[in-house]
């Protein structure tokens, strides 16, 4: 699998099934990611993807809620 900078505004699937927006990048490769379903942001560190498009990273961290859109 290989390392990925993740685009903002892009909603990637994570090998666990859930949905994650990315929200922000930073210099460092590091990217803010969103779970759609709920509002979870955290930054995760060492993203990669995998040849079926779904993600997962080396570690997150500073993890919680932010608020939803009405209709979510």
């Not at 290989?2 to 590091?30: F, K, M």
């Amino acid at each position: 699998m290989d390392l990925l900078i993740p685009t903002v505004g892009q909603v990637y699937r994570n090998r666990s099934g859930c949905d994650y927006e990315c929200t922000a990048v930073y210099p460092s490769g590091r990217a803010a990611m969103k779970r759609v379903k709920d509002g979870w942001t955290l930054v995760a560190v060492g993203v990669r993807q995998y040849e079926d498009g779904t993600i997962e990273w080396d570690y997150s961290l500073a993890g919680c809620w932010t608020k939803l859109s009405k209709g979510m």
